[in-house]
């Protein structure tokens, strides 16, 4: 059995989407080709941590890696107060800072890596704006936290916790990419992992998950998880730790191939040998022909089948020869119930266990069943409604001779 590493909401995404590609990623160690928005959300993210850090309330850290965080319990209403945090940047000093870390990796062209840029900046005051006026309360940023969740490692970077004015906690997470609605917010298993991991390191309570979707603001607010929620991402997660423990490593094509560096690696992408080409090629093309044919012959199938019983349905017969088979005309009855009208039947009879799943095919069944009192049968049958199902078959015509 292999051995797990603690669970990243990414790493357990990654393996969600394609075993085969977490394997690349996390026992291989397969390096991926740098991309411009990945580049992109790491700079702003790290210039958002440089511009929050000198905020943070210093004491309201975890004094040891392994302690449990203490000092929100002394920081209620009516104490002290809390700790004055540092001094903001200015904007230019953020948008130093910006300078300093922008990196030109992964872009596919100097006109994309300056539309990106370009926009960084824009994202950045905008925010800067936004921070300024809410004048959050962190009390950490880019933060590691880790814990076993019931028996499962799992780890997280969290960009933001802030304390509430209720004296809880919030969690932050930035996001610079795609468009995001309040759904996301509320489904999110990320930031459902990221309440578990607060909740068993810090001692006061999270009191809301926040998404800073940072091209459109406001921020996607929402309450924090109810256990039945948290209990569904645990069995997700579970699900997954099973998978890498049995080294279940199956490639599990789809859209996301699309993204993924290994195709070359990949079983589902492997290529056919080129003395192999010609001779497979003619064999897809045949197959696609054939299936082309057998649409169209399956219209033309039912089409002729419809006239036959037209024509018979009106001449009243039932066996209509051809020049080397003879076409026999047969029906098929079934009778269908509604549940409803049978259910007040059955349970004054005490009998509704009988249809339990409720499908019509019990009461099929209990109509036909001679234990059951024959008066109670016959009122269920009339309940129901026949329908008749013609179809043909072919006899050899000697048959008929
Ligand atoms: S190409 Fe697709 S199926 Fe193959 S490893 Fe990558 S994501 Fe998985």
Known sequence: MAAVPALSYSSYRTYQECPLRWRFLYVDRLPEAPRGYFTFGRVVHSVLEELIAPLVVPSARRAGQNDRQRTLDEWHPGHA???????????????????????????????????????????????????????????????????RWDGIPVHG?????????????????????????????????????YQVLVES????????????????????????????????????????????????????????????????????????PVTEGERLRQLVDRFE????????????????????????????????????????????????????????LLEQSGLSARVASGT?????RLVRDPSVDPELRRKVAETGARRVKWFWELEDASSDS
């Open 360 to 364: 019509p095919e019990e009461v099929r």
């Open 81 to 147: 107060g809390p700790p004055t945090p540092g001094r903001w940047m200015t904007a230019e000093e953020m948008l130093l800072a910006y300078d300093r870390a922008w990196s030109s990796e992964g872009y596919v062209s100097a006109e994309e890596e300056s539309r990106y840029r370009a926009l960084g900046r824009e994202l950045l005051l905008r925010y800067y704006d936004f921070l300024v006026r809410e004048r959050p309360i962190p009390v950490a940023v880019e933060e590691h936290l880790e814990t």
């Open 201 to 272: 390191n810090y001692a006061a309570p999270v009191h809301g998950l926040t998404l800073y979707h940072l091209r459109s603001l406001p921020p996607l607010r929402v309450a924090p998880r109810e256990p039945a929620a948290l209990a569904g991402l645990h069995d997700r997660l579970g699900t997954v730790l099973d998978g890498i423990r049995a080294e279940a490593f199956e490639p599990t094509p789809g859209r996301h191939c699309n993204r993924c560096d290994f195709r070359d690696r990949c079983p589902e992408f492997r290529t056919v």
């Open 289 to 344: 022909a054939l299936r082309a044919e057998e649409g169209r012959l399956e219209a033309e199938l039912r089409r002729t089948a419809e006239e036959l019983h037209r024509a018979a349905e009106t001449l009243g017969v039932h066996r209509v020869p051809g020049s080397h088979s003879v076409a026999v005309r047969r029906r098929e009855e079934a009778w269908q119930y509604s549940l409803d009208p049978v259910r007040p």
């Open 157 to 193: 970077y969290i960009d933001r916790i802030d304390r509430t004015p209720a004296g809880g906690l919030e969690i932050v997470d930035y996001k610079t990419s795609r468009d995001l609605s309040n759904d996301d917010a509320r489904d999110s298993d990320q930031l459902s992992l």
